[in-house]
């Protein structure tokens, strides 16, 4: 119809109509926005969110596998496990209110004799690892105590009991360097692909043949998930998965039992800090390693106290520490085997050359003196070693002061490197050489650089020498089997709970040496005649022992420290089949104290063999 001009309305202005159509096409940028979110939360996530949803009716319980046992080479059981109460806290379960959350909390620290703030600092490293697992606080909690929060389930929401399994330790202290420690994993172990999969809680081991065979030992947790209600409740016949824990394998060890225990009881029967080692010369199994003072590993399966942390880990005599792979010590004499070996594989040194011994060695205006200012005389290569004369070996130090030959030969027999053990160890020993000092005195790290009297100090296994019983053991096992470096290990085998053999541990030589026969034959002479022949160092102590030796004393001198004991031997001589090294700090003489403790491992070793011989003898004097 048409309108006179009179009878229309108002015209829309111009700004007005701006504004609708702005309006307008907001509205209908936000339908399409909520049209495509709506799409994509049905169509493309749709499955995302269902899976969600149902994962709000369900719940996912781990249970903890217990760990594979470890067997001495016999087959004796060194470490199994216990059933343990763990005391959790689920925090989806705690009170909303935040006054009666933290009543919770510090009750249940009054009763687990904790505090609140390390309560809550427990939680809260947990909770950010993992924000919805339940929360270990305690383990090894009493039976009374599990009684009471029974009995008083609705003052305690979200606390709950669970059943774990422990490290068990039936001989206590034994063999605690090698077999080691179990302990929670922590956050940055978590990010270490070798633990891909595990979660906050999750047991690992953390030293010795816990750690380096811990993926055999570790096993698998089982799995439950059921249903639950929308008050995160059980439903009625709500288990839908079941999935049981599949325990760890079992790792059996190369150590034999009673040579181990009588390395043990040697060293505590001193009573001073030091360690020992006994080893297949041919195969690198070692039959028995320790150190002294020990610690008890069942410490590790439960919360420390504060006294008990500064006994263990800032105790000055160092518990935690082993010893016999981890020591750095000067070796005293017991390094004149490889200054033997150098001096003669490099021509230093003639088989039968016969040096003067007039009791000391003097060079540039320095005096270096035999031990108790001894005078030997006319020796060889052999009678040297016998008495141990430190002046002939003076000689060959200086020989070779400048040719980095007896570095060389040391080097080669394994001191001052990696030795391939398979148990944690971090290497720090030390074979001193021109290039070493000389790059400190560049650096201002010493007042000079290297000087003839730094070799013939080596020679003696003085000087800057900083060395262990392990490295000391693998020179020896070197010369005894005709010159190959043994991988030295304590893993032999992984079983499973029926016994069935699923991997053996057989590592390959680390390397080959060229050990002339000859020299080889008589630096053994030398070192049989030292323990046996009536003018040895250690004839004391081995002249009457029935078994063929070849063992070397040391006194080594530490600033600041009494002198220290070392012996290590070859036996049998002159086809070695084992070797025994042992030191202690501050033991006097080699023969004092090392070696005598060294004997007690060898009739330990060789108890069978030497029943046999002392049979015929009780027959006749019956």
């Given at each position: 119809m048409y309108l006179r001009s009179d009878e229309r309305g108002p015209a829309v202005s111009r700004r007005l109509a701006l504004r609708l159509a702005l309006f307008g096409g907001f509205a209908v940028t936000l339908f399409a926005i909520l049209f495509l979110r709506l799409w994509l939360l049905q169509v493309l996530d749709g499955e995302k969110y269902l899976a969600e949803a149902k994962n709000n009716r369900t719940r996912s319980f781990r249970t903890s596998a217990p760990r594979g046992e470890i067997l001495d080479r016999e087959g004796k059981v060194l470490v199994a496990n216990r059933t343990s109460l763990a005391l959790q806290v689920n925090p989806r379960k705690l009170p909303t209110d935040s006054r009666q959350r933290r009543a919770e909390l510090a009750k249940l620290a009054q009763l687990t004799h904790s505090a609140l703030p390390r309560v809550r600092r427990t939680m809260h490293k947990e909770l950010k690892l993992a924000p919805a697992a339940p929360v270990t606080l305690r383990q090894d909690v009493g039976h009374d105590l599990v009684y009471y929060l029974q009995e008083n389930q609705d003052r305690f929401p979200g606390v709950e009991v669970q059943r774990v399994f422990v490290r068990a330790y039936p001989d206590g202290t034994f063999a605690a360097h090698v077999l080691g420690t179990v302990g929670e994993i922590n956050g940055e172990e978590l990010k270490e692909p070798r633990y891909k999969g595990l979660q906050p809680g999750d047991k690992i081991g953390q030293e010795g043949v816990e750690d380096t065979y811990d993926r055999y030992l570790r096993g698998r947790p089982g799995l439950t998930r059921i249903q639950v209600d929308a008050l995160g409740e059980p439903t009625p016949n709500g288990r839908l998965v079941s999935k049981p824990p599949a325990p760890g394998k079992n790792l059996k060890l190369t150590l034999d039992g009673p040579v181990q225990a009588a390395g043990e009881a040697a060293m505590a029967e001193r009573g001073l800090p030091g360690g020992f080692i006994t080893m297949d010369v041919h195969t690198g199994e070692i039959l028995a390693l320790g150190s002294f003072p020990t610690f008890e590993p069942s410490l590790f399966t439960r919360p420390l106290s504060q006294a008990q942390v500064n006994e263990t880990y800032r105790n000055p005599a160092a518990p935690l520490t082993d010893r016999a792979i981890a020591g750095q010590y000067p070796t005293g004499s017991t390094f004149k085997l490889i200054t033997a070996l150098a001096a003669l594989?490099?021509?230093?040194?003639?088989?039968?050359?016969?040096?003067?011994?007039?009791?000391?060695?003097?060079?540039?205006?320095?005096?270096?003196?035999?031990?108790?200012?001894?005078?030997?005389?006319?020796?060889?290569?052999?009678?040297?070693?016998?008495?141990?004369?430190?002046?002939?070996?003076?000689?060959?130090?200086?020989?070779?002061?400048?040719?980095?030959?007896?570095?060389?030969?040391?080097?080669?027999?394994?001191?001052?490197?990696?030795?391939?053990?398979?148990?944690?160890?971090?290497?720090?020993?030390?074979?001193?050489?021109?290039?070493?000092?000389?790059?400190?005195?560049?650096?201002?790290?010493?007042?000079?650089?290297?000087?003839?009297?730094?070799?013939?100090?080596?020679?003696?296994?003085?000087?800057?020498?900083?060395?262990?019983?392990?490295?000391?053991?693998?020179?020896?096992?070197?010369?005894?089997?005709?010159?190959?470096?043994?991988?030295?290990?304590?893993?032999?085998?992984?079983?499973?709970?029926?016994?069935?053999?699923?991997?053996?541990?057989?590592?390959?030589?680390?390397?080959?040496?060229?050990?002339?026969?000859?020299?080889?034959?008589?630096?053994?002479?030398?070192?049989?005649?030292?323990?046996?022949?009536?003018?040895?160092?250690?004839?004391?102590?081995?002249?009457?022992?029935?078994?063929?030796?070849?063992?070397?004393?040391?006194?080594?001198?530490?600033?600041?420290?009494?002198?220290?004991?070392?012996?290590?031997?070859?036996?049998?001589?002159?086809?070695?089949?084992?070797?025994?090294?042992?030191?202690?700090?501050?033991?006097?003489?080699?023969?004092?104290?090392?070696?005598?403790?060294?004997?007690?491992?060898?009739?330990?070793?060789?108890?069978?063999?030497?029943?046999?011989?002392?049979?015929?003898?009780?027959?006749?004097?019956?």
């Open positions: 594989e490099s021509g230093n040194l003639q088989l039968n050359e016969v040096i003067e011994d007039p009791g000391q060695f003097e060079i540039g205006g320095e005096v270096f003196k035999n031990a108790g200012e001894a005078v030997n005389g006319s020796v060889s290569l052999v009678s040297a070693l016998e008495v141990s004369s430190d002046v002939f070996f003076y000689n060959l130090g200086y020989r070779m002061w400048d040719s980095g030959q007896l570095q060389h030969w040391a080097h080669a027999l394994g001191i001052g490197r990696p030795t391939g053990i398979d148990l944690p160890l971090v290497n720090q020993t030390l074979l001193p050489s021109k290039r070493w000092r000389d790059q400190l005195f560049k650096e201002g790290g010493t007042d000079r650089p290297w000087s003839p009297g730094d070799n013939i100090q080596l020679a003696t296994g003085q000087g800057d020498l900083q060395t262990n019983p392990l490295q000391m053991a693998i020179a020896y096992a070197t010369l005894g089997n005709g010159g190959t470096v043994v991988t030295p290990h304590v893993g032999k085998e992984v079983t499973d709970a029926a016994g069935r053999v699923l991997r053996e541990f057989d590592p390959k030589p680390r390397r080959h040496v060229r050990i002339d026969p000859a020299y080889r034959a008589a630096i053994l002479e030398g070192l049989h005649d030292a323990a046996q022949n009536g003018g040895g160092t250690s004839f004391e102590v081995f002249g009457n022992f029935p078994i063929p030796v070849a063992g070397k004393t040391g006194t080594a001198q530490r600033t600041g420290h009494a002198d220290q004991s070392w012996y290590g031997v070859l036996a049998p001589y002159p086809n070695p089949r084992i070797v025994t090294f042992v030191t202690m700090e501050e033991g006097g003489f080699g023969a004092e104290s090392a070696a005598p403790a060294a004997r007690k491992i060898l009739e330990a070793y060789f108890a069978n063999q030497l029943a046999h011989k002392a049979s015929p003898e009780e027959e006749s004097e019956g």
